[in-house]
Structures are given as structure tokens and as C-alpha cells.
């Protein structure tokens, strides 16, 4: 079986600027990602899936496979669904994982863990989030809670799985067959929620998030 983990990064992220090149102790927020691939010693290949040649430095630097995808998928009209096909296309392998290089707090035992866990249950696609014991609405409308009984107890709530993204994770043959088909595959097939802990789930989209994770990092990178 190989599996095969893909770093995505894009250069031009419209939040943050530059975000994957922005500094968390002395290195750019991409390298996070790499180094719990490498380290957690799952994956035959780590390639970094760029779409400018900016990334090659940091590929190099961790030597990893540096793959710059089609400008098309470099944009941002560009779907998830789509940057995996290309590269399942490109990599081929029997199971695919999106590290996600915006969630610096990983560390690669929880990479190891995930991968173990998706392969161990057969799921076909999965996703990495939290199970949240909190009431929850969608357009105003109560999702696991009564509006007619007493308020619940949040521990006696049907829990929400909310999605992390830390990481994504596909047997190609099957997520091949549902993109070809129907031109969009993410979720599908004998779907995982696999869930892991805060630290993991923490992402960087804004500056702001990057400074409150530099406040943290010392507390994870030591402690764990």
C-alpha cells in the first residue's frame, strides 16, 4: 500500500498574505506540516503541492518532492476537489493525505494517528474536527436541542462534529471513480470523522490566529 502525504500551499492567500511563509519561531508556517509528515514515518512520499516556484525553497530545505500545480488551480476560483485530482492523477497511490500547513500545532504523532485510524476502520474518505457539546443553530434554527422542552444539559446534547481540516484523507480508486462521475469528490463512500484534539484543530486564516498559536506553541511543542 502506498500512501503518499501532499502539503498543499497557494502564494496568493487574499486573508493573510503570504501566509505560508509567515514566521512561527524561526520558520515559515509550512514547514509545520512537513516535518510532522516526515516525522511521523506513515507515508512512503511527502510532496509539497505549490502553485508558485516561491514553495521549491522550503521543499528543498525539508527535501521533499516539490510539485508546482497548473496555474488554473492556483487561483482563487480554485476547488479542493479539483487540486486533488490533479495530483492523484500526477502521484497516483492507494490513499492520499492533505496535511494541512495552516494547522501548525499538529504534531506528527496525531498525523500518525489519523492515517492509522483511517486505514484500520476502511474508510474511503475522512476528515479530521472536534466532537463540541454546544447547542447549535442554522438560520436560526435549532440543530440538537428543543425549542418547545426545558434547555438542555450541553453533556446530554447530541454532540456536532465540527471540521478541523488539519487533515483530509482519500483512497484514490475511490475518489477517482466518484470524480469522474460526478465531477466533485470530498465526502463520500464509507465517510470517517475522525476527530482529534484543540491544539490540532487550531488554523491560521487571519494574523490574529498566528499570534495567539505563537502564544501556544512553547505550551505544545514542549509538553507533548
Avoid at 484500520?120 to 474518505?125: A, C, F, L, V
Avoid at 481540516?165 to 477517482?176: G, N, P, Q, R
Avoid at 470523522?193 to 486564516?205: H, P, Q, R, Y
Wanted: hydrophobic share 35%; net charge neutral.
Amino acid at each position: 500500500m502506498k500512501i503518499i502525504a501532499m502539503v498543499p500551499g497557494r502564494y496568493g492567500s487574499e486573508r493573510f498574505k503570504k501566509k505560508n511563509f509567515s514566521n512561527l519561531n524561526g520558520s515559515p508556517l509550512m514547514s509545520y506540516a512537513l516535518n510532522s509528515s516526515i516525522e511521523s514515518k506513515v507515508f512512503d512520499k511527502v510532496i509539497l503541492n505549490g502553485d508558485s516556484d516561491e514553495f521549491l525553497k522550503i521543499a528543498n530545505s525539508h527535501n521533499v518532492e516539490f510539485y508546482k500545480r497548473p496555474p488554473y488551480l492556483g487561483t482563487s476560483d480554485a476547488r479542493s476537489d479539483d487540486v486533488v485530482y490533479d495530483f492523484i492523477k500526477k502521484f497516483g497511490g492507494d490513499i492520499i493525505v492533505w496535511v494541512n500547513p495552516i494547522c501548525p500545532l499538529m504534531t506528527s504523532k496525531t498525523v500518525k494517528k489519523v492515517v492509522e485510524e483511517f486505514i484500520e476502520n476502511d474508510y474511503e474518505s475522512a476528515i479530521t474536527g472536534r466532537k463540541i457539546y454546544s447547542h447549535t443553530n442554522i438560520n436560526n434554527n435549532p440543530v440538537n436541542y428543543d425549542l418547545n422542552n426545558k434547555f438542555a444539559k450541553t453533556q446530554d446534547l447530541n454532540p456536532i462534529f465540527l471540521f478541523s481540516y488539519s487533515v483530509m484523507i482519500w483512497k484514490t480508486s475511490s475518489f477517482l471513480d466518484k470524480y469522474e462521475k460526478d465531477k466533485s469528490a470530498f465526502i463520500f463512500g464509507n465517510f470517517g470523522e475522525i476527530e482529534v484534539d484543540f491544539f490540532s484543530s487550531l488554523t491560521v486564516k487571519y494574523e490574529h490566529d498566528l499570534e495567539i498559536i505563537k502564544g501556544l506553541y512553547p505550551l505544545v511543542y514542549n509538553d507533548r
